[in-house]
């Protein structure tokens, strides 16, 4: 059983009702009062209980203390735990989850957000909760490697580690983790992790599987080499770490987890050649999802070698030097189902012409900022990809209205549409879509001068979001109103969402 205690926005709305009869001190304990006795009556079974940031408006000591002390004595089965963004706890509420008979029996527990927590109260934690095996910390600029060294002390069943924008975490955490068995790893935004990390790793966590160190900018190829041997990687996410090269790569992939690898991000990684590319394709037979956005030194030659990938479903190589050659090559098995090639200038209506004909399964095609690209290659995307739910051909300043009818023609499961910065398009596009395209959900049309603010009103009422503006086009998308190149561009690496 799971039980959701009530958000901020339902609070507020309560708080309307009532404010006029009562003042809004009773109201407050009044309401969340109720909220704690019906489950201490009702929900003693209760395996999950979600609080994401339910105590940043309750601002009452006595209502704190009582959630807090409910938890601890009437819950004995509680497994999983959010208290995410809840402001106003502070390290005694914590103390109250280590006594008493309840929280025994904790395995998940997010703080998300947190940042009154001390060391202390990690301390507190730790007493009761030695079962934890997930631990999400996302957001939290005061999560220390002495909270985490306090929390493990006692909580050595960690298997699973989640450290999102934690900047001042160091190696420290993560030889204190090495006595936990850690399976799976997520770090984002951290400048003091080293190498170092990757050694505990490899030394102490046989049987780690999913690794997801981005935007780390310490990490080089020689923390790839000493995760090298071992066995069950099956995620690999080192995006934005700019020191790897194939230096790194290279070794990794012919380690035991190369023919296990299924996810492998190396986003940003802008050292890495074709070498490593081919080295992937020739060891990672059970590859699924390969993010070379931004390698820019990645060409045809490493892309043809991944086109003997029977397995590969996913592929991103926006920003590299990838041609029609290597686009065309990429389409050989025809398994694709997911391709994001923005960016490309290299590639042309020819390029997707030969990569859709072979490829029945694609879903998401994201094109954008290809200028190359007219209504031929819509076309024969429309044409050969009926399966298609996600498109983007934003900054594309070829198309007309009449790519847009051969997709609202041909792809009825589309369910997001960017067309920003296609300034040829008109009023006729919505209609095609609103006709053709029933289970559309999300359109962005932004610097689209020749769509109206009618059209948009009458055409997209039921969509359940859009962005439009009739604007110029800005001079980062490299061409002006009427399409015409400008000599002075600005890299844009936006995506749609």
């Given amino acids: 059983m799971t039980v959701l205690f009530p958000s901020n926005l339902q609070y507020k709305e309560q708080r309307k009702t ?24 009702n929900c003693q079974n209760t395996l999950t209980m979600l609080f994401y940031g339910f105590l940043i408006l309750y601002h009452t ?11 601890q004595s009437s819950f004995p089965n509680l497994q999983y735990l959010s208290l995410a963004h809840c402001r106003k706890f502070t390290d005694k509420g914590l103390l109250y989850l280590g006594t008493g008979k309840g929280c025994h029996k904790l395995i998940y527990l997010d703080l998300s957000g947190c940042i009154q927590i001390s060391v202390d109260g990690f301390r507190n934690i730790a ?16 999560l220390t490697d002495r909270c985490i060294q306090a929390l493990v002390e006692k909580c ?49 966590c046989p049987y780690i599987s999913h690794i997801h160190m981005v935007d780390c900018q310490k990490i080089t190829d020689a923390g790839l080499e000493m995760i090298s041997p071992l066995k069950h990687i099956l995620v690999l996410n080192v995006a934005d770490c700019i020191r790897i090269s194939d230096g790194g790569v ?17 986003t940003n990684c802008v050292r890495v050649t074709d070498a490593s590319v081919t080295e992937i394709a020739r060891r990672c ?11 820019e030194n990645v060409t045809d030659a490493g892309i043809e070698a991944l086109g003997n990938m029977s397995s590969l479903i996913s592929i991103d190589l926006s920003g590299t030097s990838i041609s029609d050659m290597g686009l065309k090559a990429l389409g050989r098995h025809g398994k694709i189902k997911e391709l994001s090639i923005s960016e490309c200038k290299n590639i042309s209506d020819t390029g997707i012409q030969e990569f859709c004909k072979g490829t029945k399964y694609l879903e998401h095609c994201y094109v954008s900022y290809c200028p190359q690209l007219t209504d031929e290659a819509v076309k024969t995307m429309a044409r050969h990809c009926h ?7 934003a900054g594309c300043p070829k198309m007309t209205d009449t790519c847009i009818q051969y997709l609202a023609a041909a792809c009825h499961y589309l369910h997001f549409l960017d067309v920003s910065g296609c300034i040829h398009l008109t009023d006729k596009a919505l209609k095609y879509l609103w006709k053709g395209c029933k289970q559309l959900q999300i359109l962005k049309m932004l610097y689209c001068r020749n769509i109206t603010k009618q059209a948009v009103s009458k055409y997209t009422a039921k969509l359940e979001k859009q962005e439009h503006n009739d604007a110029d086009p800005p001079s980062w998308l490299g061409y002006d109103q009427d399409g015409s190149i400008l000599t002075f561009t600005r890299k844009h690496t936006s995506e749609p969402e």
């Fill in 18 to 41: 009532y404010s006029r009869r009562k003042g809004l001190s009773d109201f407050s304990k009044e309401i969340i009062l109720f909220h704690i006795k019906h489950l201490y009556s």
């Fill in 61 to 71: 000591l006595v209502i704190i203390c009582s959630l807090f002390f409910f938890l």
């Fill in 127 to 142: 007493r009761g909760c030695s079962g934890i095996q997930d631990l999400l910390i996302n957001k939290m600029p005061t």
């Fill in 156 to 204: 050595q069943q960690i298997v699973s580690v989640v450290f999102l924008d934690s900047p001042h975490l160091s190696d420290t955490t993560f030889k204190a983790l090495a006595e936990c068995k850690l399976v799976k790893v997520s770090i984002e935004g951290n400048s003091e992790i080293t190498d170092l990390s990757f050694k505990f790793m490899s030394k102490c």
């Fill in 250 to 266: 290279r070794p990794f992939v012919q380690g035991p987890s190369g023919t296990k690898l299924r996810e492998l991000n190396l």
């Fill in 285 to 295: 037979h059970e590859l699924t999802y390969l993010n070379l956005r931004y390698c």
């Fill in 387 to 393: 399966r298609l739910t996600s498109v983007s051909i």
